[in-house]
């Protein structure tokens, strides 16, 4: 069953928006219950070629990067959540990044949360096209056809736009293209990469619990700034 958005109080400006997604984060975190995640959630692109190039040049002049642009850049997208409590990522690779395949993202971490014993799954994300009342729509359809939509409650709660900085999961997008995608040698493979990021996720965390209560504290004293 999915509950009516949950979207922040309107307020004259986006710092006060900010302010009240933050004392909602905060809340929830509170009063969790018992058979309760609560998530954030985040979209991004990975690439077969280098984000950030490693160059030198003479003193004096600019280092200058070779470039063949007119080689078509392979692409596939990545939807990562991230429990607000835990630090643990839910971590999936599709082809294209269109409302069906949220859809089926959302419903595949339905399916796992049901099977770890949750019954209501509370997910912050951003206000992408493909994150509104026609996803919702046809996940609801779609745990329904399954036969999920009685064993789960979700809640959307939406950040205020144009405000990456509020969601937890795009810290920990920023930390994975540090880690693996931002120096990737020349030539590299889209599947080779896919396999990379599945591996080092499989074996490893980006944060750790404390951290992650950190970069939230982190995110809370962003949206209070003047």
């Known amino acids: 069953m999915i509950l009516p958005a949950s979207a922040p109080r309107l307020c004259k400006c986006r710092q006060g928006r900010a302010k009240d997604i933050c004392k909602q984060s905060q809340k929830k975190l509170k009063t969790k219950q018992e058979r309760e995640k609560i998530i954030f959630f985040d979209e991004f692109a990975v690439y077969d070629r280098p984000s950030l190039f490693y160059g030198w040049a003479q003193v004096n002049t600019r280092p200058e990067v070779p470039s063949d642009e007119r080689k078509k850049r392979n692409q596939v997208n990545g939807f990562l959540t991230v429990d607000a409590m835990s630090g643990q990522e839910y971590f999936r690779l599709s082809s294209e990044s ?6 089926v993202y959302m419903t595949l971490l339905c399916d796992d949360m049901v099977k770890q014993g949750y019954s209501k799954l509370s997910i912050f994300l951003d206000n992408n096209s493909t994150h509104k009342d026609k996803m919702k729509s046809q996940l609801n359809w779609l745990l329904s056809t399954l036969g999920l939509n009685e064993k789960i409650t979700i809640e959307f709660i939406h950040i205020p736009a144009y405000s990456p900085k509020l969601n937890l999961a795009e810290y920990l997008i920023h930390q994975l293209r540090v880690k693996l995608l931002h120096h990737l040698p020349l030539g ?20 750790t619990p404390q951290q992650i209560q950190n970069t939230i504290k982190h995110i809370c004293h962003l949206a209070t700034q003047s």
């Open 98 to 103: 269109k409302t069906k395949d949220v859809v």
């Open 188 to 207: 590299k493979k889209i599947a080779d990469i896919e396999d990379e990021i599945k591996i080092y996720l499989d074996n490893h965390q980006l944060q």
